[in-house]
C-alpha cells in the first residue's frame, strides 16, 4: 500500500469509534432509566451525550470524501456523515428540548423523552453497524496492518495526533 492511500485511510479511521458508540449508548441508557424513576438529576447524562455528539460529528466533518476512489467505503462514511450522524445531531436537539421541560417541572413529558431516547438508540445501532460493514473492508485491514498512527476521538485514548 503506498503512502498516498495510507494517508487517505488514516483520515477515515475514526479511532475509538466503537468505544464512543458504547458510551452513547449506555448513557442513553442511564438516562433513559432516570427518566423512568422519575429523576431530574441528569445534567451528567445530557453533558455526555453532547460531548460525545460533538466530538464524534466533528471527526467526520473533518474528512473530505471527494478525495476517495473506489477502494474506500465511501457510501458507508457519505451515510453515516451526512445522514446518520445528522439525523442523531437533530434527535439530540429534539430531546434536550424535551428534558429542559421536564427538568423544571413537566413531568407529562417522561414518555415523549422514552420514546425520543429510544429513537437516539436506534440511530446509535445503525452507526454501529456502519461502523462493522466499514471494518469489513480489505483495503482497511491491510492500512491497519502497517501499525499507522490512527487518529483517535478525544478522550477516548491517549494516542491522539
Known amino acids: 500500500m503506498d503512502p498516498k492511500e495510507q494517508e487517505l485511510w488514516r483520515m477515515v479511521d475514526v479511532g ?6 458504547t458510551f452513547i449508548s449506555f448513557t442513553l441508557e442511564s ?10 438529576d441528569i ?6 451525550i453532547n460531548n460525545s455528539y460533538e466530538i464524534l460529528f466533528k471527526r467526520f466533518q473533518e474528512m473530505n470524501l471527494n478525495l476517495l476512489d ?9 451515510e453515516i456523515k451526512e445522514k446518520v450522524l445528522v439525523e442523531l445531531g437533530q434527535k439530540y436537539k ?3 428540548t ?3 421541560f421536564y427538568i423544571s417541572g413537566s413531568t407529562h413529558l417522561k414518555i415523549r423523552i422514552i420514546n425520543k431516547i429510544k429513537e437516539c438508540q436506534g440511530l446509535v445501532k445503525q452507526l454501529n453497524d456502519l461502523g462493522l460493514e466499514f471494518a469489513r473492508n480489505d483495503r482497511y485491514w491491510e492500512y491497519r496492518n502497517t501499525n499507522p498512527q490512527r487518529i483517535y476521538l ?3 485514548s491517549k494516542k491522539k495526533e
Open 31 to 40: 438516562l433513559k432509566s432516570k427518566i423512568e424513576k422519575d429523576s431530574t
Open 94 to 96: 429534539e430531546l434536550e
Open 154 to 156: 478525544e478522550g477516548f
Open 98 to 100: 424535551l428534558l429542559k
Open 70 to 78: 473506489k477502494r474506500f467505503p465511501v457510501e458507508i462514511l457519505r
Open 43 to 48: 445534567k451528567d447524562e445530557k453533558e455526555k
Open 16 to 21: 475509538g469509534y466503537a468505544a464512543m458508540l
